[in-house]
């Protein structure tokens, strides 16, 4: 089973390469049975993973570079372990539902050479392979937006690709000069996480270093004032450039966070809390009341994206396991949810070529199912109780409430506006008479598209009612992770306020 994530990153690669040779007629069915057994891959090393182990498991290590201490060095804890296996499943989704005319193999194919980024960036425990994958995951993702994209695709795909390089820039400048500082303390080189988290940093130094990582996680995340580049990416990619881009590859900025700025600055990340958490409530709160504002259904999720991404920053930075606990599981619903709805606007932009609010009206009468499942989704999203969005949300705000009731109470209010904005495209687009001649005509969802979602729906019941499968793995990691920024920790500060609980405590 060590070689099981080997087997995860150079498969799609390998498949993504004799797929050249593949059909035009055929390369559907080869794409979707390439993700599946990728999908199927993934479950198999959840079953294979032992949720009682809260360190890396499925661990390799080869030498890449030995004089500079680059490695192949590859692992999965509780954290990465079910991002890994959305990054697969979303992959499988948006290929089944692909409704494309225009260069379909060339789209599979990008597809299948993006899912090796993505799960090489949530496996690698060496920076500098960490940061390949990072750099690599920007080039499908241009192409699939500037190849298959809308009228001003091109400016959308530069735009996302400077936006993100840039700041990826300055987060390698941040690596290097972590790896040099490892060498002049022991003597040699190293790329390697665990060996970086071993080193105890000076607390000017830590606060500098945050900041350069800061850089390149916070733009993909996007936050505020680096989120700019979100909704034109949307806006302007095809729908399974959406459902990609909303459910993994933002989840790398938040990621980023947790493996690597929190414990390897641990006073600095208590330090700047502040500023960090009021940019998270920018996002929250402003980013709503522009979703609001939005005669777009596509814009609208885009947006709303932004501000729940604030309320897993909000999780992240509270530094406790309750609260990065709920970050990550909320990374995990936001994007099964997100995914979902892209896919949704997706369905109704292939039938009627619009997605503005005002070109529907009384669609629940006309796609019962479609309203059906696009209201499930819409709940989810809100954060209704019993479904997954819920968990997540919670947690997360309920850890940071230990850090500052009245900022959590602000955070809060993404629930309501959250609630707002959804509710009203709700009501817009499937409540009321069908005013447009077009709309009397539309056809259900088919059996390609129920196979897409139908998964989603009940993944997002499931884990809302039972979420002890995927919490547990997760809160196990955390914890680890929380007690060893504690140890770390060097001001008095950061020691009272990275919590260790009693029960984390016995466990070790």
């Known amino acids: 089973m060590n070689d099981i994530l080997s087997v995860l990153i150079f498969f799609p690669l390998i498949a993504g390469i004799l797929g050249l040779v593949v059909t035009e007629k055929s390369i559907r069915a080869y794409g979707i049975s390439v993700a599946a057994v990728e999908f199927i891959l993934s479950l198999w090393m959840w079953f294979a993973f032992d949720p009682a182990n809260a360190g890396m498991q499925f661990v390799k290590r080869i030498a890449v570079v030995p004089d500079f201490g680059i490695s192949y060095y590859v692992g999965v804890d509780g954290i990465s372990l079910f991002i890994v296996i959305m990054a697969t499943l979303m992959t499988l989704i948006g290929i089944i539902a692909l409704n494309i005319k225009k260069d379909l193999k060339n789209m599979i194919l990008t597809l299948l050479f993006l899912e090796v980024a993505m799960v090489g960036v949530f496996v690698s425990l060496d920076a500098i392979i960490f940061y390949l994958f990072w750099e690599f995951s920007l080039v499908p993702m241009l192409y699939i937006i500037g190849a298959w994209g809308g009228e001003k695709r091109l400016y959308a795909a530069v735009k996302f690709f400077l936006y993100t390089f840039a700041g990826s820039l300055i987060m390698l400048v941040g690596m290097l000069y972590v790896a040099y500082v490892y060498q002049q303390t022991t003597g040699s080189w190293s790329f390697a996480l665990t060996d970086w988290y071993s080193l105890v940093l000076i607390v000017p130094v830590q606060k500098w270093l945050f900041w350069a990582f800061f850089l390149g996680f916070a733009i993909k995340v996007p936050m505020f004032p680096f989120h700019t580049w979100l909704p034109y990416a949307h806006g302007q990619a095809p729908t399974v450039g959406s459902v990609i881009l909303a459910a993994v590859l933002l989840k790398m900025g938040t990621y980023g966070f ?23 409530l920018i996002m929250i709160v402003y980013t709503a009341m522009v979703a609001y504002a939005q005669k777009d259904m596509k814009q609208v999720i885009a947006y709303s994206s932004v501000s729940h991404m604030g309320v897993i920053m909000l999780g992240i930075f509270a530094m406790n396991a309750e609260g ?53 989704m819409l709940m989810a999203s809100v954060g209704l109780p019993l479904t997954m969005g819920f968990v997540g949300e919670y947690l997360s705000l309920a850890g940071f409430f230990k850090i500052s009731p009245v900022m959590t109470a602000i955070g809060g209010t993404s629930i309501i506006f959250g609630a707002v904005y959804m509710l009203s495209l709700y009501k817009r687009s499937f409540f009321g008479p069908v005013t447009h001649e077009a709309n009397k005509a539309l056809k259900d969802l088919d059996a390609k598209e129920l196979t897409a979602l139908i998964p989603l729906v009940a993944i997002v019941i499931w884990l809302g ?20 920024m504690h140890e770390k920790a060097q001001t008095p500060e950061a020691k009272n306020t990275i919590v260790v609980s009693k029960r984390t405590k016995e466990a070790q």
């Open 465 to 484: 009612v039972y979420p002890k499968p995927i919490l547990q793995p997760i809160d196990n990691s955390v914890k680890a992770l929380v007690s060893f």
């Open 324 to 376: 990065i606990s709920g970050s990550v599981f909320f990374m995990l619903s936001h994007g099964i949810v997100s995914g979902a709805l892209f896919l949704l606007v997706g369905v109704i932009y292939d039938r009627r070529h619009t997605k503005l609010m005002s070109e529907f009206g009384g669609l629940a009468s006309v796609m019962p199912n479609y309203a059906l499942i696009f209201g499930v």
């Open 258 to 280: 947790v493996r690597f700025s929190l414990p390897m600055f641990p006073d600095a990340s208590v330090m700047y809390i502040t500023p960090v958490a009021i940019l998270a």
